[in-house]
C-alpha cells in the first residue's frame, strides 16, 4: 500500500517537473512544448518497461504469439505495475488491442471532473511508454496511445508495426 502511494506521488512530481522544467524555459506553453513533455515522459516509460519486462519474464518459456505477449501484458506485467489486471481486452487480429482499465492507478487521484479531461493525457505518457518498452522488450515494436472519456477508465490502444 505505501509503495503505491510514493509511486503516485513520485509519478505526480515527475510529471509537473517536466511541464515546469518546459515552460520555465520559454514562459508560456504551445502545443509543440507539451508534445515535447509527453515525448520526454513516454521515454521515461519506454526504458522502465524495458527493466521492467527484463525481470517479470527472466523464468518465463518464451511466448508463441503476439496475442500470448498481449496476454501476458495484461494480466501478469498490468497486475505488477499497476496492482490490477486489466478490464477488457479487445483486438482485431490484425495487430490492433484495446485494453481496458476502469479504474486506472495513476488517474485516481485525480478529480473525475470533466474539467480534469484535458489534463489527463499529460499523466498518461509514462505508462504509455510503460507498455511500449515492455512489448519492446518481448520483440514487438508498437505504438501505445491512450484516451480518456470518463475519469478513471483509460483506454489504451495498441498498435504493432508489422516490419
Not at 65 to 87: A, G, H, P, S
Not at 104 to 127: E, I, M
Request: glycine content about 6%; proline content about 2%; overall charge neutral.
Amino acid at each position: 500500500m505505501a509503495d503505491e502511494v510514493l509511486f503516485e506521488f513520485l509519478h505526480m512530481e515527475i510529471v509537473s517537473h517536466v511541464y515546469k522544467e518546459q515552460q520555465s524555459s520559454k514562459g508560456e506553453m504551445d502545443n509543440k512544448d507539451r508534445a515535447v513533455c509527453v515525448s520526454v515522459l513516454e521515454g521515461m516509460g519506454f526504458r522502465v518497461g524495458q527493466g521492467l519486462i527484463e525481470r517479470l519474464t527472466r523464468d518465463s518459456p518464451s511466448f508463441k504469439d503476439e496475442l500470448d505477449v498481449m496476454k501476458f501484458i495484461c494480466k501478469d506485467f498490468w497486475t505488477k505495475v499497476f496492482k490490477r489486471q486489466v478490464d477488457n481486452l479487445r483486438t482485431n487480429h490484425q495487430g490492433t488491442y484495446v485494453l481496458q482499465d476502469n479504474k486506472f492507478a495513476q488517474l485516481t487521484q485525480l478529480s473525475s471532473g470533466k474539467q480534469y479531461l484535458d489534463q489527463a493525457p499529460k499523466y498518461l505518457a509514462f505508462s504509455c511508454g510503460v507498455v511500449r518498452g515492455a512489448l519492446s522488450n518481448l520483440g514487438l515494436d508498437s505504438v501505445v496511445t491512450a484516451e480518456v472519456s470518463v475519469m478513471p477508465s483509460c483506454k489504451f490502444q495498441v498498435v504493432i508495426q508489422k516490419l
